[in-house]
């Protein structure tokens, strides 16, 4: 299981043209998901991510939790993280799950951010999605579990 953070300023997410979430501040999370990949991954995660600590206090340092700043998390679901590139130029994804149970962990994954307390937006699950994104610092973290 792999997912990349990016903290941001403003986010929006768009399907043929047609607004389907936004954001205004908080996280966009981009979630790929492995063959093997259990559901205990995913509550791990989920507990990581709405509790990681990125976000500056007023000493500026990065010491608060997108919950702390009352912010959201975009998920978006990112089977192109499992890609495999130590063959010739062109990318494998053969570890990537199958859609059904990527699109069941993808869901569980926001579920159980919304248990930890963090306000989920979402993408829309095998679409082409286009996404713009204004990133604040930046600051990325991608975690490999």
């Known amino acids: 299981m792999k997912a990349v953070v990016q903290r941001v300023k403003k986010t929006t997410l768009k399907v043929n043209g047609e607004l389907i979430s936004q954001i205004d501040g ?21 507990k990581k991510i709405a509790n990681l600590r990125i976000f ?5 340092k990065m ?31 053969s570890n990537a799950e199958i859609p059904e149970r990527a699109n069941e962990l993808y869901r569980l994954f926001m579920e159980k951010l919304a248990e930890n307390g963090v306000s989920i937006k979402q ?23």
């Open 123 to 145: 993408g829309l699950f095998g679409e082409d999605m286009k996404i713009e994104q204004f990133n604040d610092g930046p600051v990325t973290v991608i975690y490999e579990i």
């Open 26 to 46: 908080g996280l966009v999370v981009y979630f790929g998901v492995e063959k093997g990949d259990t559901e205990e991954k995913v509550h791990y995660l989920a």
């Open 63 to 93: 010491n608060l939790s997108v919950k702390d700043v009352k912010g959201e998390i975009l998920a978006v679901s990112q089977f192109t993280l499992l890609a495999d590139l130590s063959h010739g130029n062109r990318p494998s994804f």
């Open 56 to 60: 500056e206090d007023d000493n500026k």
